[in-house]
């Protein structure tokens, strides 16, 4: 009993991984955190490509030093193989019947070329589920075209609803599709595995990007439809609040978020400004007031909170009933007493890195933990134990298919 | 080989229950897309997020929230009054044929609440799963107040956004929400898939600040790699714990476009989209020897000047500044550009791809005067198709037919219904 808790959900599972970037990874690291065992197809020529996009660990670049990579392949193993050759690709379909899931997200079309297309792999391995995420889906004009998250972003409306109205759009931090679409592929690849429990019947399942995240935009285009109120960026100022703010705080670029919804936040706020600052926000407007003088309540308050510190205030603000939070920034994030009391991050060692903290699932199983096992893996780290171990090669082979170039 | 003919959902015989203002719906509306059969717990009434703003009013002065409207898709509706002893008797009579129960703390409130109902409905169930979500998760911070804004600040994304000059931006949209309620569909599904191999269920629950965290990609990274803490940009910014600014958002001449030619990142693609690019701004006589002083998305890119830097930006930025949109879309993304469109809600709708690939789907809703075209199917699963979207179920729509199902007589729903327990 004991040892089935420690191995995850997933255990057992068998995930051949083609994915790259970061909206296929982080799908697949839901598997390798939940105790699947997951082999991450790459090759030296055609690394996944985040490998070598920064942050580097300590600035240097290097195929092994890319923290951009790590944080999404945690728990999983590298096989280095040349998918160009056909002895590689032979070996790649080997891998195919042994597994239980079959992710990609490469633009459509690129698989069919190396001879693993869908019907293929079906073919190969019909009780297999196949996950095949792309930007834009893998038909319509669009479908061949290249881009990544950022891109997907702009397509998808949330851009266009990020900024100050009175600026172009700023960018979204992030490959907003990128953290949307992992979520709605794990959905379904999870349904998909809980069919074929059921039927013994594997399945495909394809996805864009863009559509998961326009999906989360259902409110914005019925707004528009049925109200014909257009929705736009709009800052921080949202309708009918008596503040909703960025609120400036001690220090260098220091912020909180502050929303006050009812006459009893109100007066929460009222009392804590009055300790504060010795400003009595009660007396000049009322609740009501507040509502339609957005401009004039926003100014006061940040003539109170730009001397406070920040953390201070959230708690004080919290203590008397508002709703605030603290503006976190990168090196906030990871001394957070909310996430660090969760157990957000897993400290994990790597050969070319040291100990870095990785971000950890956003859910909790109250009796199957998700465990992150391993850092992210050096490229090719796992081929020979894949080799032996998986497809059962001896150690002749492994070594001729090295010195061919197959194996890397 | 097993036939291609469609069966039914993935989640065909799944039920699952909702207690839910935002966040679980969205985790239901998955659910709901995948076969499962999701029925909404309301209050007498109906929950507070059917009259929530932001609103539309229907012909008749009836207010329907659009997040209500836009969440609940093919749903049932039974109204149960859960401070009534006879109320929670049919939830734990209701649970015992569930297999997962979402809620969530906009609809519930109190976290002793939220285990005071699981305790109902796991007493004879011991294979459900029961999946929450809070702004922290529970535990020590499971009582923080929090709200959308606050969510976007404290999972460092607000941070990111906007100009430097000016306080940072939220999304204006309920983002944070929404993506935990897709993170709580699939963590419910996956301790669903537990329950059905091993009959064992449990407490899930689901951090909306660490979905928000999720969705910065490297920040925490570059934060350790780098002792860098990003800063924001407006339409400028350091991309990816880059030293230097490279700009991202474009004006062109009918609108903006997404665009990050250089500054590397992205391999082999991002060089032949540049290099695309150049050939492109060569032919229509817009060529600058600048274009082609650095080697601007290789490993060297760290050593270029920001000089230089804005230079190529002022020769890129005069040439898309002349192209609309369409012209940018067919002559340069087309060609592997790696531009797109940044578009407007409005815009959006009339997506080519998304047009093209039947996204969107009209849902009949007359009776709110509320038909409309809404987001499609967010995968297409073989074998078993998400369902067609129904419009969001009438208050109780469901509540006799559901008791029926559970073996109540007629005469015990109108004894109940004078109880007003449902």
Known sequence: MTERIDQGIFAGLKVLDFTWAAAGPIVTKQFSDNGAEVIKIESKTHPDSVRLGGPFFEAKPGINRSGFFADFNSSKKSVAVDMRSDEGRDLVRRLVSWADIVADNFRPGVLTRWGLGHDVLQEINPRAILLSSSLYGEDGPWATLAGFGAQGAAVAGIHGLTGWPDLPPALPKGAYTDSVSPRYAMAAVTAALIHRERTGHGQRIELSQVETTVGILAAQLLQWQLTGREPVRSANREPGRRLHAVLPCAGEDNWIAVDVRTDAEWRGLCDVLARLGGVDLAAKLSAVEAIARAEEVEELVAGVTAGADRFELMDRLQEAGVPAGVVLKGSDLLADPRLRSRGHFWALDHAEMGTLDYNGPAYRFEKTPSRLTSAAPLIGEHTDEVMREVLGLDDDTIARLRADGVLQ | ?422
């Open chain 2, 1 to 422: 080989m097993p036939t291609a003919q469609a069966e039914e959902g993935a989640l065909a015989g799944c039920r699952v229950l909702e207690i839910s203002h935002l966040a679980a719906a969205v985790a239901g509306k998955v659910l709901a897309d995948l076969g499962a059969d999701v029925v909404k717990i309301e209050p007498r009434g109906g929950e507070p997020a059917r009259t929530a703003e932001p609103a539309h009013v229907d012909g008749g002065g009836q207010r329907h929230g659009l997040n209500f409207l836009a969440f609940n898709l093919g749903k049932r509706s039974v109204t149960l009054d859960l401070d009534s002893e006879a109320g929670r008797e049919i939830l734990a009579r209701l649970a015992r044929t569930a297999d997962i129960v979402l809620v969530d703390w906009e609809r519930i409130g109190d976290p002793a609440e939220a285990d005071r109902l699981r305790e109902i409905c796991t007493r004879d169930n011991p294979a459900l799963v029961w999946c929450e979500i809070w702004p922290y998760g529970r535990g020590e911070h499971e009582s923080t107040l929090a709200t959308e804004l606050t969510l976007q600040a404290q999972g460092g994304h607000l941070n990111l956004n906007g100009e430097i000059d000016r306080p940072p931006v939220r999304i204006s949209a309920p983002v944070a929400t929404a993506q935990s309620g897709a993170e709580a569909a699939s963590a419910a599904l996956m301790a669903y898939y537990h329950a059905v191999r091993t009959g064992e269920g449990q407490r899930v629950d689901v951090s909306v600040q660490a979905c928000v965290v999720w969705t910065l990609l490297n920040t925490t990274m570059t934060w350790q790699c780098l002792a860098v803490d990003e800063v924001r940009g407006g339409s400028v910014k350091k991309e990816r714990g880059n030293t230097f600014f490279t700009r991202l958002v474009w004006p062109c001449r009918d609108g903006f476009i997404q665009f990050g030619p250089v500054g590397g990142g992205g391999g082999a693609v991002r060089e032949q989209s540049y290099a695309t690019l150049v050939d492109w701004m060569r032919q229509e006589g817009h060529y600058r020897p600048i274009l082609e002083a650095h080697d601007w998305n290789g490993q060297g890119r760290f050593d270029i000047p920001q000089q230089a830097y804005d230079e190529v930006t002022e020769a890129i930025g005069d040439f898309i500044r002349t192209r609309t949109l369409a012209e940018l879309i067919e002559h340069g993304m087309k060609r592997r550009i790696l531009l797109a469109p940044v578009y407007s809600i409005p815009q959006l709708l009339a997506a080519e791809q998304l047009v093209a690939r039947n996204f969107f789907r009209r849902v009949e809703d007359d009776r709110r005067d509320a038909t409309a075209l809404h987001p499609g199917p967010f995968a297409v699963l073989s074998r078993t198709p998400l369902a067609a979207p129904r419009p969001a179920p009438v208050t109780g729509a469901d509540t006799v037919r559901v008791l029926a199902e559970l073996g109540f007589t007629g005469d015990d729903i109108d004894r109940l219904a004078a109880a007003e327990a449902v």
